[in-house]
């Protein structure tokens, strides 16, 4: 099982900043989901890439596939009190049907 | 729409009871699968099934046993509870996607199941 290690672990900015999240891992990944999760509620999938170097955008957030597909980050552009949550990585295993998850970000915006 | 509907929400357990949690899915996924939330530790896999009649393990898969037996429903059985088994647990299912060497399938979950275990 690969393992996918998130940094910072908690992050707690300002109304208004911006911030970016990691991603990593020593494997190479077929593709990467972020997921979103608020509290007593399960996660829910903001984007999916599959391209070396790939950039999704969604609103404010951007999302970078690395050239190599080892690591992936989360860059949130004016953070609001909304977007607190927590944020996790996943991956799927080669050759299997198991999404393995990072550790996630504990993201907390303050108003 | 229902979705993936997890019951109980909360369970409180003595050592060694045993207990199962209900999973059901109305989304006619293929795939369904069981993770625990623990502080700091993400979420961890801990059975999986592609299909019914079709079932593996994931990364903790320890004291829980899983069964298939119809597409909509997936549930976990604790066998013998063990307080290192109090955790949040998620169930979550998924169309399959399986693309070359992975899964990128949607995965959609449960609102949780927290589970304290005395």
């Known amino acids: 099982t690969q393992l996918l290690e998130q940094s910072p672990q908690f992050l707690s900015i300002q109304e208004g900043e911006n911030l970016t999240v990691y991603c990593n891992s020593s494997s190479v990944f077929s593709s990467l989901q972020w997921y979103r999760q608020e509290p007593g509620e399960g996660p829910v999938l903001l984007v999916t890439v599959v391209t070396g170097g790939e950039v999704k955008k969604l609103k404010r957030l951007t999302f970078q596939f690395g050239d190599a597909r080892k690591d992936s980050s989360l860059h949130i552009t004016a953070a609001q009190p909304g977007d607190t949550g927590l944020y996790l990585c996943?991956?799927?295993?080669?050759?299997?049907?198991?999404?393995?998850f990072g550790t996630g970000t504990r993201l907390t915006i303050i108003p | 729409n229902a979705g993936v509907t997890q019951t109980p929400k909360f369970q409180v357990l003595k050592t060694g009871q045993s207990m199962t949690l209900q999973c059901a899915q109305d989304m006619n996924h293929e795939y369904m699968s069981w993770y625990r939330q623990d502080p700091g530790m993400g979420l961890r896999l801990i059975h999986y099934s592609v299909g019914a009649g079709i079932t593996d393990q994931g990364e903790v898969p320890n004291g829980y046993n899983v069964s298939r037996s119809t597409t909509e429903d997936f549930p976990l059985r604790l066998l013998s509870a063990a307080p290192s088994q109090t955790s949040v647990y998620f169930c979550?299912?998924?169309?399959?996607?399986?693309?070359?060497?992975?899964?990128?399938?949607?995965?959609?979950f449960g609102e949780g199941s927290r589970l304290t275990v005395l």
């Open positions: 996943a991956a799927p295993n080669f050759g299997n049907e198991k999404l393995t």
């Open positions: 979550a299912s998924s169309y399959s996607l399986r693309v070359r060497t992975g899964f990128t399938g949607e995965l959609f």
